[in-house]
């Protein structure tokens, strides 16, 4: 299974170091999801949060037509930082995974 990231500048170059093969700009991501998302290769994309806010149509009806495990789709930080939002990507989907929530502790 192949690791995909769509990110901004930074964030690709720190994954081909990392030895991750394919990379996209994330101002091309539009072109690419939707074809990445039906690749049968295709096991993680990792894609910055707002690159993901600007194509959640497409990444929502992936959600909901999704009748395999993967690709699995997690949306990452860029150097910005996170992005403050009511649900948290990553801990939805360890929650919809686990059938459990993960408590933060203070």
Do not use: C, W
């Not at 192949?2 to 720190?14: K, M, P, R, S």
């Not at 993901?52 to 997690?74: D, G, Q, S």
């Not at 948290?88 to 408590?103: H, M, S």
């Amino acid at each position: 299974m192949e690791l995909i990231v769509i990110g901004d500048e930074n964030t690709q170059t720190g994954f081909k170091l990392a030895g991750v093969k394919r990379t996209y700009p994330g101002d091309e991501a539009k072109n690419h999801l939707e074809k990445m998302l039906r690749e049968s290769t295709v096991g993680i994309i990792l894609i910055n949060e707002r690159y993901a806010e600007e194509n959640r149509e497409i990444l929502n009806r992936a959600k909901k037509e999704k009748k395999k495990l993967t690709p699995i789709i997690v949306e990452i930080p860029d150097y910005t930082g996170p992005i403050e939002r009511e649900i948290d990507p990553l801990q939805e989907l360890i929650r919809r995974a686990l059938g459990a929530q993960i408590e933060e502790e203070e």
